[in-house]
């Protein structure tokens, strides 16, 4: 079998990658494979680092082409430091505190994908902070009922969620959720 990427040597490596629940197989040559190999690096010291893995992982279904640059445009940029997304992204870390706002809307793609879309805090919370989360939550799950309910030409059971969302936000507001949620 001949390399899929340079169509020149005998591939020897095959490299799958999986994205959206769809498998991707390429077949490779020694050379190819060092050059494009999804996380290069020297497995014998540290482990591989933040910034390696973003680049690595926005490379995408480019990763497997003559260009081994992540295909990341430069982006918003930070007004207080001057750092734009895609030289965060290499390097894997912000420039300033103010970096994390300016990058707010792109953020949550790159820690769905960093966590594995694990993404949610799971474990335990202070106990003042308890009541707003149960709220945050039941007001999401209400929001995603109201959606079904939509769908389905349930009007008036959306209506009834819609007022009941509504009120837990009120809640939230003013009691920050204490004693908002059942």
């Known amino acids: 079998m001949i390399c899929d990427n340079c169509n020149e ?30 996380f ?12 390696q893995f973003l680049q690595n992982w926005f490379a995408g279904p480019g990763a497997f082409q003559k260009t081994a640059q992540p295909q990341v445009s430069n ?8 750092l734009t997304f895609r030289r965060f992204i290499e390097r894997g870390k912000f420039g300033c505190a103010e970096c994390y706002n300016a990058f707010r ?4 793609e790159v820690f769905n994908k960093v966590q594995g879309g694990h ?10 902070y308890s009541g707003r989360i149960a709220a945050e939550r039941k ?11 939509i769908n389905q ?6 209506a009834k969620l819609r007022d009941e969302v509504r009120e837990l936000e009120r809640g939230l507001e ?6 908002v949620v059942d």
């Not at 003013?174 to 004693?179: H, L, M, S, V």
Request: charged share 30%; with cysteine; glycine share 12%.
């Open 153 to 158: 030409e349930e009007f008036e059971q959306a």
């Open 9 to 38: 040597r005998p591939a020897s490596v095959v490299v799958t990658q999986s994205k959206n629940g769809k498998t991707e197989e390429r077949h490779l040559c020694d050379v190819c494979a060092a050059h494009f190999q999804p």
């Open 40 to 51: 290069q690096g020297d497995f014998g010291g540290d482990p591989l680092g933040i910034q």
């Open 119 to 128: 993404t949610r805090h799971e474990g335990k919370v202070p106990a003042s």
């Open 75 to 82: 982006g918003p940029e930070c007004p207080n430091c001057g």
């Open 174 to 179: 003013e009691g920050g959720g204490q004693d």
């Open 139 to 149: 007001i999401k799950d209400l929001r995603r009922q109201m959606k079904e309910a």
């Open 105 to 108: 809307k792109e953020l949550p």
